[in-house]
């Protein structure tokens, strides 16, 4: 059964504050996706990475993978508050044509 | 561009009754998925359809059905509705072929079972 587990599971940091969200995966895969979801609301497509080494950033945010260990990473830089949310690491399935995701990181960024 | 589109956004159900959702998806996708949010299961795959076939269904019982029309709009369909069914659902669309799956989510339909 494939595994993605995400840590923290919750996060609260200081506005301007650095931190990292880990998100593991127990098959080999080459692709790994992050999504972003706002209470109430769907999921956002935040990063798409397809093979090794891969890294991505879009503002405050940047994500890499790393196929090898099965770890990819999303890395907040300068927090603002703008960006409380909860984060979501997927994988594409054994099967095919799904994803699983991890259970989700909570995060709040406080003055 | 028009995005993924679900109707209905809220439904409230009576146990026992049966329920079906919508989704049409992104203009030119023709795969679309389906997915379970619940705040103690987290997001779980329903199932997955491309040019009308299923090509992969999650682990769910057999209440949980769906269907792709020819013009890719896809329902899905809860019958005997249990307190447990209580979710959000998430149709999410993609371009297709395998190598590139990345999905793009709808507003999803708040189903509340009593």
């Known amino acids: 059964e494939l595994k993605v587990e995400q840590n923290p599971l919750f996060l609260s940091m200081q506005e301007g504050k650095n931190y990292t969200i880990y998100c593991n995966y127990s098959t080999t895969s080459d692709r790994l996706y992050w999504y972003r979801q706002d209470p109430g609301k769907s999921l956002e497509s935040l990063f798409v990475l397809l093979s090794n080494g891969a890294v991505k950033q879009e503002g405050r945010l940047m994500a890499s993978l790393d196929t090898k260990a099965r770890l990819s990473t999303l890395h907040i830089t300068a927090a603002v508050h703008d960006l409380s949310a909860t984060y979501f690491c997927?994988?594409?399935?054994?099967?095919?044509?799904?994803?699983?995701f991890g259970k989700g990181t909570s995060l709040l960024v406080t003055p | 561009k028009a995005g993924v589109t679900q109707t209905p956004r809220y439904l409230i159900k009576t146990r026992g009754q049966q329920v079906t959702l919508s989704c049409s998806p992104i203009?030119?996708?023709?795969?679309v998925s389906w997915y379970q949010q619940t705040p103690g299961q987290g997001l779980q795959f329903l199932f997955e359809?491309?040019?009308?076939?299923?090509?992969n269904k999650g682990n769910f019982p057999g209440r949980f059905s769906g269907r792709q029309f020819s013009n890719s709009r896809s329902e899905m369909n809860v019958s005997t509705l249990e307190l447990g069914d209580s979710a959000l659902y998430l149709c999410a669309s993609s371009v297709g072929p395998k190598e590139y799956t990345e999905a793009f989510f709808g507003q999803g339909t708040r189903l509340t079972v009593v």
């Open positions: 997927a994988v594409d399935s054994n099967s095919g044509y799904a994803l699983n």
């Open positions: 359809y491309f040019s009308e076939t299923q090509r």
């Open positions: 203009s030119g996708h023709r795969s």
